[in-house]
């Protein structure tokens, strides 16, 4: 298990050098100049220059990249261009309220897609697979940005029951109580619908496999209760279900840029969302950054979780 741990962070390391890589890549090939919004419209050339200077935009691109990746290697990611403050505490806020919200809407779609999964693969072809496949295909095709506007003009302009923007009831630090967690309720129902829906079609499709095994009939045979069996199912079906659990938790990390938008939660969408328009690159490096490793360390999480569920993962 050690040298199975050991291999995987090898593997890690190369893959966040590259990301780093391509971050930076990124961010510099788009068009514009990142020092237009703080410019004035009658700057000299001058000021230009000064400015330049300021944010190492004068020195050449291996020599920026150089710098950055040593800088963030310590914590720094720099400064924003649009607000002058540091950029590390702003994206590590950002990041606290959209990790909140990833986690609460990964934990509903795993609720419902391992539900609706097993009710479809246990029940093939009878109603109950039917409904269960159609609410998962509704999942994955229903657009969330719209699915989120629906749910404030239901939930918050015509019924009243829950707030329909921002991530506090004082846009203040967050509290673990009803007045803010009420305030997650409808982003994170909103960004649970696509992995509910892949979910409940992987698990659909696990389920199905495993009770078609002969193993399975074997275990009937030997009088091995309903209740045994379904714990068999679950076993196996654990690993590649939390592997696709993990997997969906990175993309609403880094893919809740609309989500976080409609509902303007104060999240590394939201965040992203600003940086993009105000031409910001360092507070765009610095997100763009943080969230690419935290996927590849959450990657790296389920890779050993499932080791641990099933170890001949290892011995592979």
Same mark, same amino acid.
């Given at each position: 298990?050690? %040298?199975?741990?050991?291999?995987?962070?090898?593997? %890690?390391?190369?893959?966040?050098?590259?990301? $780093?890589?391509?971050?930076? @890549?990124?961010?510099?090939? $788009?068009?514009?100049? /990142?020092?237009?919004?703080?410019?004035?419209? =009658?700057?000299?050339?001058?000021? %230009?220059?000064q400015l330049k200077v300021l944010y190492g935009f004068d020195r050449s691109l291996p020599e920026q990249f150089a710098r950055w990746v040593w800088r963030a290697l310590h914590g720094d990611l720099g400064q924003s261009i649009a607000s002058g403050r540091p950029v590390t505490p702003e994206v590590l806020t950002a990041v606290g309220h959209t990790l909140r919200l990833a986690v609460l809407a990964t934990l509903i779609g795993f609720v419902l897609g391992s539900l609706f999964g097993f009710v479809g693969g246990y029940f093939q072809r009878? +109603?109950?697979?039917?409904? @269960?496949?159609?609410? $998962?295909?509704?999942?994955?095709?229903?657009?969330?940005?719209w699915l989120g506007m629906v749910m404030v003009i239901v939930f918050s302009a015509i019924l009243g029951w829950l707030p329909a923007t921002g991530g506090g /009831? =004082?846009?203040?630090? +967050?509290? +673990? =109580? +009803?007045?803010?967690?009420?305030?997650?309720?409808?982003? @994170?129902?909103?960004?649970?619908?696509?992995?509910?829906?892949?979910? @409940?079609?992987?698990?659909? $499709?696990?389920v199905a496999e495993i009770l078609a095994q002969e193993y399975i009939v074997g275990l009937r045979a030997k009088g091995l209760t309903d209740l045994g069996i379904f714990l068999h199912v679950v076993k196996n079906a654990a690993p590649t279900a939390l592997a696709v659990m993990g997997l969906q938790l990175g993309y609403l990390l880094g893919g809740s840029i609309l989500i976080e938008t409609v509902f303007a939660w104060p999240g590394t969408g939201f965040l992203l969302n600003s940086a993009i328009f105000q031409r910001d690159l360092p507070l765009l490096q610095g997100t763009i950054l943080v969230l690419a490793m935290f996927f590849v360390v959450l990657n790296l999480l389920v890779d050993v979780l499932q080791t641990l569920l099933d170890p001949r993962i290892a011995r592979s």
């Open positions: 298990m050690l %040298a199975y741990l050991l291999r995987r962070i090898g593997y %890690a390391l190369p893959i966040m050098a590259g990301v $780093a890589l391509v971050c930076f @890549a990124l961010v510099h090939l $788009a068009p514009g100049d /990142p020092l237009v919004s703080i410019l004035p419209p =009658d700057a000299s050339a001058e000021l %230009a220059a009878a +109603w109950p697979d039917r409904l @269960a496949s159609m609410l $998962a295909v509704l999942g994955v095709s229903v657009p969330h940005y /009831p =004082d846009g203040g630090a +967050w509290a +673990w =109580d +009803w007045n803010h967690f009420q305030y997650m309720l409808l982003p @994170a129902i909103t960004m649970s619908v696509i992995p509910m829906g892949i979910i @409940a079609r992987t698990v659909r $499709a696990l």
